[in-house]
């Protein structure tokens, strides 16, 4: 990877590059998606990639092909870096990832999303995955492949991202409109409590966890992603996990109890055990 980065950045000077493997397909939009978020990305401060993936991507869980999200956690498979941020982590890739023993197995996506790299910086991704990971053996040994990347809902719709109104994703709106939108959806503390909720035609619904232990347990119950990395629940912004229930007629917030969360500066943390440090 540093190669390759270094001869499109400091090599041939590109401002921007996306990031893919040789076992991905495209959706038909693919390219459509990154040109419109191109200049959100150099624009923004706070965000320092787009992502074509959804962690939660699965058909059970997504609807919308126009919809695009902010998210704490790196996503990446198939993503756009600037040169911008390229001049930043060049400098640590020099001589190897810096050393955070105890936290990750060694991949360089893990390193990407370290607090330290990361810096609270945020993602753009979308809702429904622009690619498609064929490849169930890898440098991950297939990690994930059978019970998630095999059931991600590849696109299929040929949206025109120039011709949407995409300035909800700035810094001042979409944090917002975000918490808006949590304080009035539907509150429920049980995975149980979300077919009644389902059956009275609720459009929104937060879910409570109380501590990673207890996102984890829910998300077994929900069949999305359990798994956190560096304090971030993956596909979440401020802690948060969004997907869609019932062909995307329920959309539910996997969110934590206001009286687990501590934020900082540098992005969403929470303790595991949901206690405050």
Same mark, same amino acid.
């Given at each position: 990877?540093?190669?390759?980065?270094?001869?499109?950045?400091?090599?041939?000077?590109?401002?921007?590059?996306?990031?893919?493997?040789?076992?991905?397909?495209?959706? +038909?939009?693919?390219?459509?998606?990154?040109?419109?978020?191109?200049?959100?990305?150099? @624009? #923004?401060?706070?965000?320092?990639?787009?992502?074509?993936?959804? #962690?939660? %991507?699965?058909?059970?869980?997504?609807?919308?092909?126009?919809?695009? &999200?902010?998210?704490?956690?790196?996503?990446?498979?198939?993503?756009?870096l600037? !040169?911008?941020?390229?001049?930043? /982590?060049?400098?640590m890739?020099?001589?190897?990832?810096?050393?955070? +023993? %105890?936290?990750?197995?060694? &991949?360089?996506?893990?390193?990407?999303?370290?607090? *330290?790299?990361?810096? %609270?910086?945020?993602?753009?991704?979308?809702?429904?995955?622009?690619?498609?990971?064929?490849?169930?053996v890898?440098?991950?040994?297939?990690?994930?492949?059978?019970?998630?990347?095999? !059931?991600?809902?590849?696109?299929?719709?040929?949206?025109?991202?120039?011709? /949407?109104?995409?300035?909800?994703?700035? +810094?001042?709106?979409?944090?917002?409109?975000?918490?808006?939108? /949590? @304080?009035?959806?539907?509150?429920a503390?049980?995975?149980?409590?979300? *077919?009644? /909720?389902? *059956?009275?035609?609720? !459009? #929104?619904?937060?879910?409570?966890?109380?501590?990673?232990?207890?996102?984890?347990?829910?998300?077994?119950?929900?069949?999305?992603m359990?798994?956190?990395?560096?304090?971030?629940?993956?596909?979440?912004?401020? %802690?948060?996990?969004?997907?869609?229930?019932?062909?995307?007629?329920?959309?539910?917030?996997? @969110?934590?109890?206001? !009286?687990?969360?501590?934020?900082?500066?540098?992005?969403?943390?929470? +303790?595991?055990?949901?206690?405050?440090?």
């Open positions: 990877y540093e190669w390759a980065l270094r001869q499109l950045f400091d090599v041939r000077n590109f401002s921007r590059v996306i990031i893919l493997e040789d076992d991905m397909e495209l959706s +038909p939009d693919f390219f459509s998606f990154f040109e419109a978020t191109a200049p959100i990305l150099d @624009a #923004d401060p706070t965000l320092w990639c787009v992502s074509s993936w959804n #962690d939660n %991507g699965l058909e059970p869980f997504v609807s919308d092909p126009k919809q695009v &999200y902010r998210s704490d956690f790196f996503p990446g498979l198939g993503w756009m600037t !040169k911008r941020e390229w001049a930043e /982590l060049g400098t890739w020099t001589t190897g990832p810096p050393s955070i +023993p %105890g936290i990750f197995g060694g &991949y360089w996506d893990d390193w990407m999303r370290s607090n *330290e790299v990361r810096r %609270g910086r945020q993602c753009l991704r979308p809702e429904i995955c622009r690619t498609f990971n064929f490849g169930e890898g440098s991950s040994k297939g990690q994930f492949f059978q019970q998630y990347l095999s !059931k991600i809902k590849l696109n299929d719709v040929n949206v025109d991202f120039a011709a /949407l109104d995409l300035s909800y994703l700035s +810094p001042e709106v979409y944090p917002v409109e975000f918490q808006r939108q /949590l @304080a009035d959806a539907t509150e503390n049980q995975v149980s409590e979300l *077919e009644s /909720l389902a *059956e009275k035609e609720v !459009k #929104d619904v937060k879910l409570i966890y109380r501590s990673q232990k207890h996102f984890e347990q829910l998300a077994r119950q929900l069949r999305i359990g798994e956190w990395k560096a304090g971030v629940p993956r596909g979440s912004y401020q %802690g948060v996990v969004t997907f869609k229930l019932n062909e995307g007629r329920m959309r539910v917030f996997l @969110a934590p109890s206001p !009286k687990t969360i501590n934020l900082h500066q540098e992005g969403w943390i929470i +303790p595991p055990d949901g206690s405050r440090p």
